[in-house]
T-cell receptor
Framework: GQNIDQPTEMTATEGAIVQINCTYQTSGFNGLFWYQQHAGEAPTFLSYNVLDGLEEKGRFSSFLSRSKGYSYLLLKELQMKDSASYLCAVLLDTGRRALTFGSGTRLQVQP | GAVVSQHPSWVICKSGTSVKIECRSLDFQATTMFWYRQFPKQSLMLMATSNEGSKATYEQGVEKDKFLINHASLTLSTLTVTSAHPEDSSFYIC???????????????FGPGTRLTVL
């Protein structure tokens, strides 16, 4: 089977930095995606990593280590609106391109 | 950016009826679309891959006769839940694969989802 693990819940303070980790053990790997999902809404694309290293996009950064099967999403200058679930997803198959999702991390940003 | 729409956004139906959900890519062509299901406080589970002009590929455990998928054009895929029952109540989300790479990658963009409630 495919295993993609994330912490279930995290809490952080407005203005702070938070790191959400994702570890994966999968039969294939063709890239890792991070999505943000607010309650009752569809996921929105945040980042994509296929090579090792850090990808920075504004307040959000994502890191990948393929040898360790590890990724993290870093959120800086947290805002209340960042309270959401963050989903780590692995692209297993270059053919079908379907994503396999982790269970998601619910982030609560407090004042 | 790439936009995917779904219709309806929510639907309530009686047990035994069929419900059709549409997924459209509005500003790009999608040869492949995906249908996911999400139960409360759980992650997305892939149901099937919808391929334009050919049969859908279903994940293990998903009944293809119950969840009918049609991908008639490069911008439209439909999911029909036939003879719906209360256990089919869920949040159904489609995604479309954008080969044009609005984000610089072969990225999937998600529709806003359809909340189905079967009474």
């Amino acid at each position: 089977g495919q295993n993609i693990d994330q912490p279930t819940e995290m809490t952080a303070t407005e203005g702070a930095i938070v790191q959400i980790n994702c570890t994966y053990q999968t039969s294939g790997f063709n890239g890792l995606f991070w999505y943000q999902q607010h309650a009752g809404e569809a996921p929105t694309f945040l980042s994509y990593n296929v090579l090792d290293g850090l990808e920075e996009k504004g307040r959000f950064s994502s890191f990948l280590s393929r040898s360790k099967g590890y990724s993290y999403l870093l959120l800086k200058e947290l805002q209340m609106k960042d309270s959401a679930s963050y989903l780590c997803a692995v692209l297993l198959d270059t053919g079908r391109r379907a994503l396999t999702f982790g269970s998601g991390t619910r982030l609560q940003v407090q004042p | 950016g790439a936009v995917v729409s779904q219709h309806p956004s929510w639907v309530i139906c009686k047990s035994g009826t069929s419900v059709k959900i549409e997924c459209r890519s509005l500003d790009f062509q999608a040869t492949t679309m995906f249908w996911y299901r999400q139960f409360p406080k759980q992650s997305l589970m892939l149901m099937a891959t919808s391929n334009e002009g050919s049969k859908a590929t279903y994940e293990q455990g998903v009944e293809k006769d119950k969840f009918l998928i049609n991908h008639a054009s490069l911008t439209l895929s439909t999911l029909t839940v036939t003879s719906a029952h209360p256990e089919d109540s869920s949040f159904y989300i489609c995604s479309a694969r954008d080969l044009g790479g609005h984000s610089g990658a072969d990225t999937q963009y998600f529709g806003p989802g359809t909340r189905l409630t079967v009474l």
